[in-house]
């Protein structure tokens, strides 16, 4: 997972307050429920040594934040203000509350997961709907569908060409729908595109999607354009198009790391993966999930400060040595100026 937007926790000294809590605002009390939130984890931090602005400024923060359903909230202060603020998916199983040296990341990798930029696609013979994976609309195409729209007609002489315009009609609306995602796919960096709808007019589009594009292409029979059209099938063929993606990214990262280990391209314990993380080697930190604050904050702090991916690694998956293991951008001795 990319962390960039975690370097401002690095840039500047001093002891950081971390808390992660139950935002959630699916239920009639919810309110009062953060309220009480916010308070005990201002408690919580004074009874570690905390201060009181960066106390006042948690809970301040931790009550202004009501989610619209089931959320979380990590949240990190320090010198009286809060730094960052980041929503969860789902909230933690218990609040936490820390106060210490550096800022506490590691239960936010725990909450996130990989994030996925996608784009879906629902798609009829007139036209399309492009949605982020933000849940916005990001453009609707209509092609034409003046006649002929549709085959079903009487027999007669006339029938073969009546045919011949309606699959022209389609070709052209399939054309522009086509158009449209690959402009999309550049535009907010979608990496899954996820095409529901007409089976004939996902057909007609995948005839024009650029391969670039069309090698992140699912196509999925849930969903329709039909007004009432129920989207949860559609919403479960999309959560399992971004599982199968990053179960892939995953197979392949570790296929790396384990080719890298016998050619210098990656390294594996604490002490092997320090020295790289300082020069700037790492292309991707590798931590197990059962890996300890410490040594696990101090690495990917380091990893934040030097632009390297961290992923997250179950026991069952690869058994680090140590925990940690990291793929390298060059050869360990290899001079990175050397084409």
Request: charged residues 25%; proline residues 6%.
């Amino acid at each position: 997972m990319n962390l960039t937007y975690l370097r401002p926790l690095y840039r500047q000294e001093g002891r950081w307050a971390s808390a992660y809590v139950d935002v959630s605002g699916d239920s009639a009390d919810a309110r009062k429920r953060i309220d009480l939130a916010g308070r005990a984890i201002a408690d919580e931090l004074a009874a570690a040594g905390a201060d009181q602005a960066t106390r006042e400024a948690v809970e301040t923060a931790i009550r202004n934040q009501v989610g619209t359903a089931r959320q979380g909230l990590a949240l990190f202060a320090t010198g009286g203000a809060v730094v960052l603020t980041h929503l969860l998916a789902q909230p933690p199983a218990t609040p936490i509350a820390r106060w210490g040296r550096r800022p506490s990341v590691l239960p936010l990798l725990h909450g996130s997961g990989e994030e996925v930029h996608w784009l879906r696609v629902l798609v009829d013979r007139t036209g399309g709907d492009l949605v982020l994976d933000s849940g916005r609309t990001l453009r609707t195409v209509r092609g034409s569908d003046r006649y002929p729209i549709s085959k079903a007609r009487p027999g007669g002489w006339s029938q073969p060409r009546y045919q011949r315009a309606a699959e022209e009609n389609w070709d052209r609306n399939a054309k522009e729908v086509a158009e449209a995602i690959a402009h999309a796919v550049d535009e907010v960096g979608a990496e899954v595109v996820i095409l529901a709808g007409d089976v004939r007019a996902r057909q007609l589009l995948a005839e024009h999607l650029p391969p670039a594009v069309a090698r992140r292409v699912t196509q999925t029979d849930a969903g329709s354009r039909a007004a009432g059209a129920d989207p949860e099938p559609l919403d479960e063929a999309t959560e399992e198009a971004v599982r199968v993606l990053v179960a892939r990214r995953h197979d392949e990262l570790l296929d790396a790391y384990r080719a890298g280990r016998a050619h210098g391209l990656a390294v594996a314990g604490v002490a092997a993966v320090r020295t790289p993380l300082e020069w700037g080697q790492v292309e991707t930190l590798l931590i197990s999930t059962e890996l300890p604050d410490d040594p696990g904050e101090e690495l990917v702090a380091g990893a934040v400060g030097e632009d390297a991916e961290v992923v997250l690694v179950a026991p069952d998956q690869e058994r680090l040595p140590e925990g940690v293991g990291a793929v390298l951008r060059y050869r360990v001795g290899a001079d990175p100026t050397e084409s």
